[in-house]
């Protein structure tokens, strides 16, 4: 069945880098873009970002641009999210999550919904 | 400040209806595909409705999804005390070139 299972997650100091993974398995990883969501401690879902299913195309959410990167490696069936300049209000649960369906029109990127979600991993931001 | 307005809570008695509505705006719903997950603390997001309305497998049909201009509501019918949870609606913003959710709705089944 399709599953995504993050890793990675830790305690980091505020300013420090950390990279958490997500491994996809049951589907073909390569044909769908993916995404990164993120939910601080008892608050709401926060959209991260998302990246093509090639890798050529990136969005961000504005509060995360220029911090945050989304990679892939498709050989590998695996998603990356790059945490550079980490703050105490980074401090989440984060999910990558597959689209039901997803494609990209010149600029645009249209998804139907997120129907495959991985368990989460713990990124807590303290001194 | 969510991009997607939701009501923070609702509540309904076990067999009864409850409607949870999602506002946007013309560049998130009133052009693109919404969503609606329900959250049990403690797991991860489970998609309940795709496309504006339409459910996954695996899902009852006691739950449904409507849109209409810039605001989408979720429908549940015959409520049973595990649809105690907290739901989200969410889609892409053309303009902010983003995904965005609404702030969430708690449900409490009374």
């Known amino acids: 069945q399709e599953q995504l299972v993050e890793s990675g997650g830790g305690v980091v100091q505020p300013g420090r880098s950390l990279r958490v993974s997500c491994a996809a398995s049951?589907?073909?990883?390569?044909?769908?873009?993916m995404h990164w969501v993120r939910q601080a401690p008892g608050k709401g879902l926060e959209w991260v970002a998302v990246i093509s299913y090639d890798g050529r195309n990136k969005y961000y959410a504005d509060s995360l641009k220029g911090r945050f990167a989304i990679s892939r490696d498709n050989s590998k069936n695996t998603l990356y999210l790059q945490m550079n300049s980490l703050r105490l209000e980074d401090t989440a649960v984060y999910y990558c999550?597959?689209?039901?369906?997803?494609?990209?029109?010149?600029?645009?990127?249209?998804?139907?919904?997120?129907?495959?979600w991985g368990q989460g991993t713990t990124v807590t931001v303290s001194s | 400040q969510s991009v997607l307005t939701q009501p923070p809570s609702a509540s309904a008695a076990p067999g009864q209806r409850v409607t949870i509505s999602c506002s946007g705006s013309?560049?998130?719903?009133?052009?693109?595909?919404v969503s609606w997950y329900q959250q049990v603390p403690g797991t991860a997001p489970k998609l309940l409705i795709y496309d504006n309305n339409k459910r996954p497998s695996g899902i009852p049909d006691r739950f449904s999804g409507s849109k209409s201009g810039t605001s989408a509501t979720l429908g549940i019918t015959g409520l049973q005390t595990w649809d105690e949870a907290d739901y989200y609606c969410g889609t892409w913003d053309s303009s902010l070139s983003a995904g965005v959710f609404g702030g969430g709705t708690k449900l409490t089944v009374l």
């Open positions: 999550a597959k689209p039901f369906t997803d494609f990209w029109s010149g600029n645009s990127y249209y998804y139907y919904g997120l129907d495959v």
């Open positions: 013309s560049s998130n719903i009133g052009k693109n595909y």
């Open positions: 049951g589907f073909t990883f390569s044909s769908f873009g």
